[in-house]
């Protein structure tokens, strides 16, 4: 069965094809500056004899649908294609970013699903809209195929309310639906699996923080294979220092802003989400720069290194009170799989709660799953590359396994 997961931004596609018998990844790819001149897409395959090839081509599309056109002629290129036809695609698997409080499970995708996607766009009005003409197009583009959703919030439904109702007037949450709802479910429910797995049992075996540090970070508290708690709210703004983000900080600072700078919301909406987080304190928000300063003795680096990870800490500390067990702590994502000094720096000093951090083994480097902790540690560290994909293709495959679907269309 062949799995077309796609995940459409705002001028961009990123898609994997997947053939779920065999196990593996066919074709993969990015295109971006949809609507640009100068387009771009990075395409990856692989070929017949199993060997992988990668084409950069330079493509003007000016919309979504032109773009995914273009993707899925490539694929079922008479020459360099890995599929015959387009109808070779079971299902389209897409990732939505926010489904609210209607969408606690994967879904398959009908006229009323794409409603309520759309009613829940205040709440995400940067990604659903981008992630709902993904299905527009994939819809006619293969006509054949079962479009499913798979959300970002929805791992993080099983939440208590304890932990998703913000103190604010109770109404808000009743009328408007104000509350958490967290994001990264994919792959804070993709590693809580591997990791399972790799510590020899299932999720609802043990109690996991779960940390995932890409341009957006956040971190989940995954008690017997559920949400419990997550560092992202209503927004993904909330919890964990990021890129450009600044993650939790006194929410009377906008009034400050506004009323003795005289700043607009707009202005501020920017100020918070694109020039904060690293790039507020040091300048650059890519982690690799932010270590090749602090290597320099940049001191703003360092500051902002500091800040990144004692937040991280403080987290941890606050996860582990939450579940009032730990049996392993989980990094992920860019710089959760590759950064040695922020997992050393998050883990520092952790002794008393049983995490123990081994040097040697966090520096060396490794493409699967790796225990970094001492032999001692009574919890485990542990680094797991995420696969965000093939989550979602493993759900959407589940999908139709089950034949669910067909009592949903
Ligand atoms: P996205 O959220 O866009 O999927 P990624 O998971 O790809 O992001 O993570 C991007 C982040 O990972 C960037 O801050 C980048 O600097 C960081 N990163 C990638 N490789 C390394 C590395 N070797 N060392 C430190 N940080 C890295």
Redesign the pocket.
């Known amino acids: 069965m062949k799995i077309l997961v796609i995940n459409s931004g705002s001028s961009s596609i990123k898609y994997k094809l997947f053939d779920m018998e065999k196990n593996q990844t066919d074709a993969s790819g990015l295109m971006e500056r949809i609507g640009e001149k100068k387009g771009l897409l990075t395409h990856k395959i692989r070929n017949k004899k199993g060997d992988r090839s990668v084409n950069v081509i330079k493509c003007t599309v000016s919309n979504h649908k032109e773009g995914l056109e273009f993707i899925a002629n490539l694929l079922a290129d008479s020459k360099n294609g890995v599929i015959r036809n387009k109808s070779e695609i079971t299902a389209v698997g897409h990732r939505v970013v926010h489904g609210g409080e209607t969408f606690q499970k994967t879904t398959v995708i009908n006229d009323k699903v794409i409603e309520a996607i759309n009613k829940n766009t205040p709440l995400a009005p940067l990604h659903n809209p981008p992630n709902l003409a993904g299905i527009d197009v994939a819809k006619i583009i293969f006509p054949k195929s079962i479009q499913v959703a798979v959300f970002d919030t929805a791992f993080h439904h099983s939440m208590p309310e304890k932990a998703y109702i913000y103190a604010l007037p109770y109404e808000l949450y009743e009328k408007k639906r104000v509350r958490r709802y967290g994001f990264h479910g994919t792959s804070h429910a993709y590693i809580s699996d591997a990791a399972a797995k790799y510590m020899g049992g299932s999720p609802e075996n043990f109690s996991l923080i779960t940390i995932h540090l890409?341009?957006?970070a956040s971190m989940a508290a995954v008690k017997n294979g559920k949400s419990i708690d997550t560092t992202m709210g209503m927004t993904p703004l909330e919890g964990l220092v990021m890129?450009s983000r600044s993650g939790d900080i006194d929410p009377a600072i906008p009034f400050y802003l506004a009323d003795y700078l005289g700043m607009s919301f707009a202005e501020i909406d920017v100020l918070l989400n694109k020039k904060s987080g690293l790039k507020g304190i040091c300048g650059s928000?890519?982690?690799?720069e932010v270590?090749e300063k602090k290597n320099n003795h940049n001191s703003k680096a360092t500051l902002a290194l500091d800040i990144y990870t004692y937040r991280i800490k403080k987290y941890i500390g606050a996860y582990f009170a939450a579940m009032g067990s730990l049996d392993a702590v989980v990094f992920t994502?860019?710089?959760g799989e590759?950064?040695a000094d922020v997992r050393e720096l998050s883990c520092h000093g952790l002794k008393a709660l049983g995490i123990e951090l081994d040097s040697h083994k966090n520096s060396m480097s490794f493409d699967n799953i790796m225990e970094i902790s001492t032999k001692n540690s009574p919890v485990k560290i542990l680094v797991v590359p995420t696969n965000e994909e093939l989550k979602i293709a493993m759900e959407t495959m589940e999908m139709i396994c089950t034949g669910y679907y067909k009592t949903q269309t």
């Open positions: 890409g341009n957006g890129g928000n890519d982690m690799r270590i994502a860019g710089i590759n950064s």
